[in-house]
Nanobody
């Protein structure tokens, strides 16, 4: 089992920044993929960003150039730095930890609201 705890959400004005964190505990190892997903009211959950290693990342077109995903293997933690936030970024953000050996796990979600 892998337990994920997210933090860092909140209310921010358009153009502002937030950094989300997600820490893993339990059965973890470094050969995994981390992902951040989001789900807005009435919409399906969508992938925001994913990272396998520092050089292998993937971003949704809507966040390219504004969001940065990173990982700290020593801390079993993934981060999502979100800059130039827009109202359409408002959603519940979920982190995901996955590996071929141990399966896929989700965090509890953290609310991000972008509003003036």
């Amino acid at each position: 089992q892998v337990q994920l705890v997210e933090s860092g959400g909140g209310l921010v004005q358009p153009g502002g920044s937030l950094r989300l964190s997600c820490a893993a505990s339990g059965r973890t190892f470094s050969f995994n993929t981390w992902g951040w997903y989001r789900q807005a009211p009435g919409k399906q959950r969508e992938l925001v960003a994913a990272i396998i290693s520092p050089g292998i990342t993937n971003y949704a077109d809507s966040v390219k150039g504004r969001f940065t995903i990173s990982r700290d293997n020593a801390k079993n933690t993934v981060y999502l730095q979100m800059n130039s936030l827009k109202p359409e970024d408002t959603a519940v953000y979920y982190c995901n930890w996955s590996s071929g050996l141990y399966g896929s796990y989700w965090g509890q979600g953290t609310q991000v609201t972008v509003s003036s």
